[in-house]
């Protein structure tokens, strides 16, 4: 089973430090990552900068489709407009039936504001509390949701890169 977390931060920089944090608990094996991005967000700017990690994944990551879908359900749709929000809204409940539901998006959405970054990964067998312990002192909040194996094999079937 997959987990989808999101580390989120108290600045705009915390994201990217943390990064370091996770390539040391995967070099350790307390962690498997499928695929990572990060969300920058300073301070006075409308949307945030997203960047995915696909240097820190093997292959079988989600790709940039996924990160790029979950952050325009996140991030941008919510300014675009109520069309263009009910549509995305059909489409973003697709992702609940993969693990990813409504809760998750509007939690992540209402914590990761102007000022703040976040870490999303998704990952498999990690050790909880080395990795929690490694974020101790980062001021990290940790949002999650749980991808069972089919959930998983749904997403990558849906926006694998091609190999």
């Keep these: 089973m997959a987990t989808l977390t999101v580390w989120r931060f108290d600045d705009a920089a915390g994201a990217e430090r943390a990064v370091t944090t996770v390539e040391q608990l995967q070099r350790q094996e307390l962690i498997q990552l499928h695929d990572a991005a990060t969300v920058t967000w300073e301070a006075g700017k409308k949307k945030p900068k997203t960047r995915h990690l696909a240097d820190m994944t093997g292959r079988g990551a989600l790709g940039g489709a996924f990160w790029g879908f979950l952050f325009g359900l996140i991030f941008f749709i919510p300014v675009l407009g109520l069309a263009v929000g009910a549509a995305a809204g059909a489409i973003g ?18 914590e990761v504001r102007p000022g703040s ?29 749980n991808l069972s194996e089919s959930d998983e094999q749904a997403l990558r079937e849906a926006f694998a890169d091609e190999a």
Excluded: C, M, Y
Excluded at 93 to 110: P, Q, Y
Excluded at 119 to 145: K, N, P, W, Y
């Design 117 to 145: 970054s976040a870490l999303f990964l998704l990952t498999s067998g990690a050790v909880a509390d080395r990795v929690h312990d490694a974020f101790e002192g980062s001021h990290a909040q940790l949002i999650e949701t």
């Design 93 to 110: 409940g697709s992702l609940a039936h993969v693990g990813i539901d409504k809760d998750f998006i509007e939690r992540v959405r209402a």
